[in-house]
């Protein structure tokens, strides 16, 4: 059973935070609305409404953005609430009372172990849905959909491989196109083109300064021509790709989607392995981030709640920095994607147990 000092904790944390998550939302749709003006105000036949605005759009933009910004809102809290207990002398006092330090934790952790909980839950079985219809006011009203990468090599099914340096997403046309087909880990077909464009009409492909060579053994075939009709078993939607698809996708949906693009080749299964992680590790961030601001901001010192702020800023900009770099290093190949993500809770953890161990007693 909670005692009274911890409902106190619990309250004070709890409060704090959805006070700050609540005027940083608020401030956060302010900018959004200045932005996005002229998209809401649309063209005439071509404009959202605004129960479309409300309701399709802010009822999950909220969600959305306070699930993304509640692990460093978590720690800024912490830092701000305990500061004032600190000054107030109230930590010296709930420890003169006989309390240990990490007893003094539990309401703390409690607290924060509470909001991981909502957000693991919004994050895996909320948000897919909720960035679904999201996504799809983005894409209809303004414009942001899918992109194409430069290089393009991917496997079109086994022993299939197309390769292309770019592709123009609204001519549907390839230039520098490549398709090679193998069987028995032999070559037995190479189609190379200057550039290739789609026909919507009959659904095939036009190529347009094309090589075509047929291998059969030691024997080869060569034929050469300036513009040829032909079918593949792609359409333009295979050179695209829409990284927020995966914010849509259940986990059920992301694994499988993984173990699709894998059998590919996709050069951005990084960013799904990425998401799959993050969708464990931000929350538990929040447990991290708290361990981590108590001890900082117990200790009363000169300077009081600014000097703790302080502190926890540069802490919480030094854990998002390394997050990037880790980010980095999964995304050029260098670092697993698991550790990428993971690395940073593990190392801050360890930080945290280190200014727990010597706080102020």
């Not at 004032?84 to 934790?105: P, V």
């Not at 607290?111 to 209809?140: C, M, Q």
Request: overall charge positive; hydrophobic content about 45%.
């Amino acid at each position: 059973m909670f005692k009274r000092i911890d409902r106190y904790i619990m309250g004070k944390f709890l409060a704090t935070f959805f006070v700050a998550i609540t005027l940083i939302l608020a401030l956060t749709i302010v900018f959004d609305v200045s932005e996005k003006l002229d998209g809401f105000i649309g063209r005439p036949g071509f404009k959202p409404s605004m129960k479309e605005i409300l309701l399709d759009y802010y009822l999950n933009f909220i969600p959305f953005f306070g699930n993304l910004f509640s692990p460093l809102f978590v720690f800024i809290s912490v830092i701000f609430f305990t500061s004032r207990m600190a000054s107030r002398l109230e930590i010296i006092s709930i420890l003169a009372t006989g309390i240990s330090y990490w007893r003094l934790l539990v309401p703390f952790l409690i607290s924060a172990t509470f909001i991981a909980s909502i957000s693991w839950t919004l994050t895996n079985y909320v948000l897919p849905r909720s960035n679904e219809v999201r996504i799809k006011f983005e894409k209809k009203y303004f414009g942001k959909g899918s992109e194409t990468s430069p290089n393009f090599h991917r496997q079109l099914s086994k022993g299939e491989f197309v390769y292309v340096e770019r592709y123009d997403v609204r001519a549907n046309r390839a230039s520098k196109f490549s398709y090679e087909k193998m069987e028995n880990e032999k070559l037995v077909l190479k189609i190379m083109a200057g550039h290739i464009v789609y026909d919507s009409i009959t659904g095939g492909w036009q190529l347009h300064d094309y090589i075509i060579r047929s291998f059969d053994g030691l024997n080869e075939k060569v034929r050469r021509g300036q513009l040829m009709d032909t079918s593949f078993a792609f359409t333009p939607s295979f050179f695209k790709h829409d990284l927020k698809k995966m914010d849509m996708m259940s986990n059920r949906e992301l694994n499988a989607y993984i173990k699709e693009e894998r059998a590919k080749g996709s050069e951005f299964i990084n960013h799904y392995l990425i998401e799959k992680h993050n969708r464990n590790a931000n929350p538990f961030s929040t447990i991290i981030l708290t361990l981590l601001g108590v001890p900082i901001a117990s200790r009363k010192v000169r300077g009081g709640i600014g000097f703790h702020l302080a502190m926890g800023v540069a802490m919480a900009f030094t854990y998002i920095f390394l997050m990037r770099v880790t980010t980095t290093f999964a995304l050029n190949g260098v670092m697993s994607p698991w550790l990428a993500v993971w690395l940073p809770n593990f190392l801050f953890a360890g930080i945290g147990l280190v200014l727990t161990r010597f706080a102020q007693k």
